[in-house]
């Protein structure tokens, strides 16, 4: 069974402004995640709470086109990571009274932007790497290209399944 830190690699930052979508939902039979990029959704889990602000999930499940044939997710490329240029790498920043933590990085690193073209059944659907990496880490995932390169593709795993934008080229 998916972990509860599982699920929440797939909330938004706490940086980000949409403050609906930090921690995970529960609604009717299901509980999500989002970062607003990748939706997860499993069978609901009793220690996830309900947020009548959280966005409607279930809408954008039954909007969006079925999935075709689910493939491997193909292999991704390595991380490229550089130093971060508001702490200089180190992963801290000058605060009172004390460094503190350096919103803007992963300890000092940042990871470059990385593109993965995967066919479809008819298009090339372009996503991003960092979004299909998580994904991959579910216990059996796969995903299922949708065709169309501006609607999200559906993946699965064992537990759940979830929703996927393309990026543009
Ligand atoms: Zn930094």
């Not at 403050?19 to 509980?31: A, D, K, V």
């Not at 193909?74 to 790498?89: A, F, K, Y």
Request: charged share 25%.
């Amino acid at each position: 069974m998916i972990t509860i830190d599982q699920i929440k690699q797939f909330c938004g930052s706490i940086d980000t402004k949409r403050h609906n979508i930090h921690l995970p939902w529960s609604r009717e039979e299901y509980s999500y995640a989002t970062n607003g990029h990748v939706i997860i959704r499993i069978p609901r889990h009793p220690e996830i709470n309900e947020n009548p602000d959280a966005p409607d999930a279930a809408k954008l499940f039954s909007n969006t086109l079925p999935p075709g044939e689910y493939i491997d997710i193909p292999q991704l490329p390595e991380p490229i990571l550089s130093n971060c240029s508001v702490c200089r790498g180190t992963g801290r920043i000058a605060g009172e009274p004390n460094w503190i933590e350096c919103k803007e990085c992963d300890n000092g690193k940042i990871a470059e932007l990385q593109k993965i073209t995967i066919q479809g059944v008819i298009f090339e659907v372009i996503f991003n790497v960092e979004y299909l990496r998580k994904i991959s880490k579910l216990p059996n995932a796969k995903i299922a290209v949708v065709n169309n390169t501006e609607k999200p593709s559906w993946f699965k795993f064992d537990d759940g399944d979830g929703l996927i934008m393309p990026m543009r080229f």
